[in-house]
C-alpha cells in the first residue's frame, strides 16, 4: 500500500486522538505500517543521496559505514559488530550533568543503583573476588564496555576490576563526559590497562576542558575518541572548534544517529521523525548531519576515522550477537522502544510540505476514513 502523505496525515491525526487503552485493528495497523514504510523509503532516499557524495565511504563488512583508515576504527565497534558482542560493566548510578538527548532524561535520581560493592555484568551482580570464577566458566568475550552512567563520579573503583579483565586480555572501553576526568585519573585507567576510551563531547557541548582531557588521555590509553549522538548543536559547535579538537590527535568519533524513547522523545517534539524497521525512532536529520560531517572529514582527509554508528548499525549488532549466541536464524532483539506508538511525534514529518514521499497511490477500498468499521 503506498498510501499517500495526505491519507496518512489524516489517519495519524485520528490514531494520536485515540485513548492510550484503545486497541487498534488490523486494518489500521495496516495503514501505520504504511506511512512508515513510506516515510522510511523517502529517508533512506535522502540518505543514499548523502552516501553517494563521500568518495571514500567504506563498509565494515556491510554492518556500518565509516571514512578513513580502517587501522583506527575502535575495536570496541568490531566486537560489537564482528565479535561476541559488546558485554556491558555496570557500576554507577549517578551522572553530573544531564543531557536532552539522554534515554534516562528526568529519571537520573531514579536510576536503581546496582549494590553497595558490586558490578552488574551480563544482567547477574557480581563482586570484584567473583571475577575470577566468571572468567575460569564463561568463554572470555571479545570486548567489554563501562557504561551507567558516568563512571568518574568513582572512577578509583574501577582500576583494579580493569587490570582484572586487563590481565585476562579481554578489550575493554569505557564512556564518559569527560567532565571529571583529570590527569591523575586518566594516567591510572591507562596504567590498569584501559584499552579505549571514549568522550560524549555532545555532553558538554564540545567544552575547552573536555578537548583538553582528550589530549590528555591520548597520552596514557592507546586508543582514544569520541562518541556522541548526532545533534545539530554538536555538528555547529564542532566545526567552530575543529582545529582544537583535530590537534588532540585522537583516532576516532563515532557519530550515534540518535534514538528516541520515552524519556526524551519530549525534548524532540516538533522534529521530523521516522522509525526504522519498525524498531529505534530517530530525528531524520541526526545521520542526515552524520553523513554530512563523513563528507567533510573524508575530503579533508582526516587523521582518524568517522564512524556512523547509525540505526542500520544497531540492526547489525543485534543480529551479529545473536548469531554468537547461537539464536535461531534470523533472531533479533532490535526492537521499538515504545509500548505505544507516538502517532502525534509523526504529524510534524506527514505536514512538512518538503517532504515528499517517493510514490503515491490512492487508498484501497475498504481502508479509507470511514469505511472501516470499529
Not at 210 to 216: A, C, M, S, T
Not at 256 to 272: K, S, V
Amino acid at each position: 500500500m503506498k498510501i499517500s502523505k495526505k491519507d496518512a496525515l489524516m489517519w495519524f491525526q485520528f490514531f494520536s486522538m485515540l485513548p492510550e487503552d484503545e486497541e487498534i485493528m488490523t486494518k489500521q495497523q495496516e495503514i501505520i505500517y504504511a506511512t512508515f514504510a513510506q516515510i522510511e523509503a523517502a529517508v533512506e532516499h535522502r540518505n543514499d543521496i548523502l552516501k553517494s557524495e563521500i568518495k571514500g565511504l567504506k563498509t565494515l563488512k556491510n554492518r556500518t559505514f565509516f571514512v578513513g583508515d580502517e587501522n583506527k576504527f575502535p575495536k570496541g565497534c568490531k566486537s560489537c559488530l564482528l565479535g561476541t558482542g559488546l558485554s556491558a560493566v555496570r557500576k554507577t548510578n549517578k551522572c553530573n550533568i544531564e543531557c536532552k538527548f539522554c534515554y534516562n532524561y528526568g529519571q537520573l535520581n531514579d536510576i536503581p543503583p546496582v549494590g553497595e560493592g558490586l558490578w552488574e555484568i551480563g544482567g547477574t551482580k557480581f563482586y570484584e573476588k567473583d571475577i575470577d570464577l566468571l572468567l575460569s566458566i564463561h568463554e572470555k568475550p571479545t570486548g567489554i564496555a563501562y557504561v551507567y552512567l558516568e563512571p568518574f563520579m568513582e572512577i578509583e573503583k574501577y582500576y583494579s576490576v580493569i587490570k582484572k579483565f586487563s590481565d585476562a586480555g579481554i578489550h575493554q572501553h569505557l564512556y564518559t563526559n569527560g567532565i571529571l576526568a583529570t590527569e591523575e585519573s586518566l594516567k591510572a585507567l591507562g596504567e590498569a590497562g584501559l584499552d579505549e576510551i571514549r568522550f560524549n563531547l555532545g555532553a558538554t557541548n564540545c567544552s575547552d576542558k573536555v578537548i583538553e582531557n582528550i589530549k590528555i588521555a591520548k597520552k596514557y590509553i592507546k586508543n582514544v575518541g569520541i562518541e556522541t549522538p548526532m545533534t545539530l548543536e554538536f555538528f555547529n559547535t564542532f566545526f567552530k572548534k575543529k582545529e582544537s579538537i583535530l590537534n588532540t590527535k585522537l583516532d576516532f568519533i563515532n557519530c550515534a544517529e540518535l534514538h528516541l524513547n520515552e524519556n526524551n522523545i519530549g525534548n524532540y517534539l516538533g522534529d521530523n521523525i521516522y522509525i526504522s524497521r519498525l524498531g529505534y525512532i530517530s530525528p531524520i536529520w541526526s545521520r542526515e548531519l552524520t553523513l554530512k560531517f563523513m563528507k567533510i572529514a573524508d575530503e579533508e582527509k582526516w587523521d582518524l576515522v568517522v564512524h556512523d554508528c547509525s540505526n542500520y548499525t544497531k540492526f547489525a549488532r543485534s543480529l551479529n550477537l545473536s548469531s554468537k549466541e547461537g539464536k535461531w536464524f534470523g533472531h533479533s532483539n532490535y526492537g521499538c522502544e515504545f509500548q505505544r506508538i507516538p502517532f502525534e511525534a509523526f504529524l510534524p514529518i506527514l505536514r512538512d510540505e518538503n517532504f515528499k514521499f517517493l510514490s503515491e497511490e490512492e487508498m484501497i477500498e475498504g481502508y479509507r476514513i470511514g469505511e472501516i468499521i470499529f
